[in-house]
């Protein structure tokens, strides 16, 4: 069953340094989106990714965010300066697409990001 | 504001105790209702999309149905293997993004 696959599963990083997440989302889906979840709390929606442009953002994803689709296969999260409230478990996840009716996402196994 | 409340927040039973997992949510035009099962330190994975009142959907011991504030998770006969958290999202109109509950932790005792 095609699936979602992220790496790095963890990674601890310095307060201030950058970090880039990987995703490979399922390779016919079109739409794209990065959420976090802060340990204990709700999963929330940082960004949403479509036709090589954001179509979505929420208060979250500020300016030290960032989101690329390098190549055909690679969808990335980048954050420029982490800080200590930077520290979840980050999810990639893809949709077949985004039409009217309401969309199926399927979610990676998440990054979780340490930062000391 | 697109809100989504879960209860309870955490719920134990015995194994072959049926119960029902409730979703309340709050939504500017409901494009889709979905839940999903998350394992500890994993990814939520996908059970259900509802998209209208009156809908049901199952799979296996797990039924969803949804109304037009609520919807309702409903687990028949559970077995350990059903220990999990379950959440529940809503995508509104004009939107791609969900917003999620709190989610509900089963725990399903032998």
């Known amino acids: 069953e095609p699936e979602v696959t992220q790496t790095p599963s963890h990674q601890v990083t310095q307060m201030g340094q950058e970090v880039i997440l990987r995703c490979v989302p399922i390779s016919n889906h079109l739409y794209f989106y990065w959420y976090r979840q802060i340990l204990g709390q709700k999963v929330e929606f940082l960004v949403s990714?479509?036709?090589?442009?954001?179509?979505?953002k929420s208060e979250i994803f500020d300016d030290q965010f960032s989101v690329e689709r390098p190549d055909g296969s690679n969808f990335t999260l980048k954050i420029r300066s982490t800080k200590l409230e930077d520290s979840a478990m980050y999810f990639c996840?893809?949709?077949?697409?985004?039409?009217?009716?309401?969309?199926?996402?399927?979610f990676g196994e998440g990054s979780w990001l340490t930062v000391v | 504001e697109d809100q989504v409340t879960q209860s309870p927040e955490a719920l134990r039973l015995q194994e072959g105790e049926s119960s029902s997992l409730n979703c309340s949510y709050t939504v500017s035009g409901l494009r889709g209702l979905f839940w999903y099962r998350q394992d500890p330190g994993k990814g939520p994975e996908f059970l259900f999309t509802l998209y209208s009142a009156g809908e049901e959907k199952e799979k296996e011991r797990l039924k969803a149905t949804l109304t037009k504030k609520e919807s309702f998770l409903h687990i028949t006969a559970p077995k350990p293997e059903d220990s999990a958290t379950y959440l529940c999202a809503v995508q509104a109109w004009n939107f791609n993004k969900f917003y999620f509950g709190s989610g509900t932790k089963l725990n399903v005792k032998p």
């Open positions: 996840a893809s949709s077949e697409e985004g039409g009217l009716s309401g969309n199926t996402i399927y």
């Open positions: 990714f479509y036709n090589n442009e954001i179509s979505e």
